[in-house]
T-cell receptor, first 112, second 116 residues
């Protein structure tokens, strides 16, 4: 079953606002990944994090790998309508090969 | 990023028939691919790990005789849903990781299966 707690489950914001979502776990991960999924499509990789404390940006997106290695957050600045979608965090343990554990997802709605 | 492609994107079949879904890594070789299943408004659930040249590894609760996986080459894995039933209707997504790129998994577009 799922071992990553992702919050919030959904967000309704106005265009231009900033967004923050996070994932927490009771166990340690050595890699954190953030994906975005549009309806009827596969997830698209947004940001990959490999070191505790790492802060990485991709355009208006910024993600951080928590110091404890048990959490990560994703920020989206100055949201636009095309940011609408479901955002998933995913963690990978050193012992799991390339197998990922996914969070439950955050449904983002951006009102123009 | 690396490109993973699935075919077909949508398939409708009658109950009792078998359906094959292909997953290809277009610009890299993948010794390992992963098959996920996603129900509406839910997260992705790993079904099995496909290993090139050897048997697939199935997650607990996934019937290996129901979901046949073949990984005959370094760029192709297939998932066959045998004797499909309406409860098998779902969104099936494959993923793969380019060698040397630790952690990054790239996903295909997904295949929507509807069993009537």
């Amino acid at each position: 079953g799922q071992q990553l707690n992702q919050s919030p489950q959904s967000m309704f914001i106005q265009e231009g606002e900033d967004v923050s979502m996070n994932c927490t776990s009771s166990s340690i991960f050595n890699t954190w990944l953030w994906y975005k999924q549009d309806p009827g499509e596969g997830p698209v990789l947004l940001i990959a994090l490999y070191k505790a404390g790492e802060l990485t940006s991709n355009g208006r997106l910024t993600a951080q790998f928590g110091i404890t290695r048990k959490d990560s957050f994703l920020n989206i600045s100055a949201s636009i309508p095309s940011d609408v979608g479901i955002y998933f965090c995913a963690g990978q343990r050193e012992t799991s090969g390339s197998r990922l554990t996914f969070g439950e997802g955050t449904q983002l709605t951006v009102n123009p | 990023g690396a490109v993973v492609s699935q075919h077909p994107s949508r398939v409708i079949c009658k109950s009792g028939t078998s359906v094959k879904i292909e997953c290809r890594s277009l610009d890299f070789q993948a010794t390992t691919m992963f098959w996920y299943r996603q129900f509406p408004k839910q997260s992705l659930m790993l079904m099995a790990t496909s290993n090139e040249g050897s048997k697939a590894t199935y997650e607990q609760g996934v019937e290996k005789d129901k979901f046949l996986i073949n990984h005959a080459s370094l760029t192709l894995s297939t998932l066959t849903v045998t004797s499909a039933h309406p409860e098998d209707s779902s969104f099936y997504i494959c993923s793969a990781r380019p060698g040397g790129r630790i952690g990054e998994l790239f996903f295909g577009e997904g295949s929507r299966l509807t069993v009537l």
